[in-house]
């Protein structure tokens, strides 16, 4: 059974991450050089403003293509209302369950307004596999 810890112990510390004015295409290459499904976006100092999904970047083309037209910066197409973020010390059962009940895959962790990492998925099966009885 997974026992409750602080999320802080199995949190991805360096997240990537791209700049809301970084060109959509160069954010989704990133996306793809490695291998994930989105990226968190920060500002110069490191405060959280968006997260930007495969989705949004499907979004992107798309409308460039229907629209003929250019496609724009991340901020464009990132979310950046009632951003969900968790915080460091936070019970990693409750971010489970929580991202579980959201129908999310990663959420960014904050501290003082600063991006220092993400949970996804496959950091809390690490979790409940070294939990394992």
Known sequence: ???????RDYILTNPVKVRATDNIFDAMQVIIDNKI??????????????ILSE?????????AIYNEGGI???????ASDNLVVAHPDE???????????KNKRRRPVVENGKLVGQITCRQLLTAVRSFRS
């Open 55 to 63: 989705l949004d970047c499907l979004r992107a083309a798309l409308s």
């Open 72 to 78: 724009g910066e991340v901020r464009d197409y990132m």
């Open 1 to 7: 059974m997974l026992q409750s810890v602080n999320l």
């Open 91 to 101: 019970d990693i059962v409750d971010v489970a369950q929580d991202m579980l009940m």
């Open 37 to 50: 499904s989105g990226v968190c976006v920060v500002d110069d100092l490191g405060n959280l403003v968006g």
